[in-house]
């Protein structure tokens, strides 16, 4: 049997933020994920998971995006379906950003 290495409790911090920004963004309580979102950022700035939802929550609070920066965020990710996954959400980010309000 092969053992289990124990997470590090940060990964496990980590996983219950991006879970709690994504609750705030389901329930569509926006401003708190986006308030939420940009704290953490500050604890794991270079998470790209919890970048993108911040972005997210950004444009539905209308605040500005920096597209450019969230790609070169995102552009180390080694995974190849993941980078896809994180391109797609990226173009829906700035499709959102740059929407006209109707």
Known sequence: MRRRTPREPRDDELTMAVGLVWGHLHAQQPEDAY???????????????LALLAAYAATEVDEPVDVAALRRCTAGTVDTGAAADMASFIALIERRSTASPT
Do not use: E
């Open 35 to 49: 308030l939420l979102a940009t704290g953490c950022q500050s604890l794991w700035p270079d998470d790209p998971g």
